[in-house]
């Protein structure tokens, strides 16, 4: 026993000093922030996923609609790189509705007669070539004499997310 009464052991056990305790928090501070800026980083990818996956949906959605009305289209009257115009009988009721297809301020417009609906938001192209019946490329704009030989229409889109 020590002569003040206390036990050796307790003399010998020491509280950290206010350095100590300094280079403690700060070495915390530095290892939370790291940790901080990770969580961050991660959930911004995360946002970037996200919007790529809605952008995608919408392209193959508006890609899907336009294929399924060429598909169906009884007569070209335009057909351009750019902008494709088209007869087809979308309520089966034997009367020829027109539908214009055209890429306008990044958008895919589908425009029947004075209704205009936007298809996809974000789209950076839409182009449109034409072949005829033993393949070949039909050159465009397609000559109104040629309008009918189109059998086939490849539709290219593509797009990008918004501009923040």
Known sequence: MHPSGHSSLA?????????????????????L??????????????????ERAEVHSELAWGLERVSREVAQAKTFTTADTSRMVLTVDLNQDSTNETVEFVLSSGRVVRQENSLQVILVRNAQ??????LDLDGNTLSTPVASGSLDDIRVVHISLTGDLEEE
């Open 125 to 130: 192209t839409l182009e449109f070539s034409y």
């Open 11 to 31: 003399t010998k056990v020491r509280g950290l000093t206010l350095i100590e305790l300094m280079v403690v928090v700060s070495l915390m501070g530095v290892f």
């Open 33 to 50: 922030g790291a940790v901080h800026e990770s969580f961050i980083h991660g959930l911004r990818v995360v946002d970037v996923t996200d």
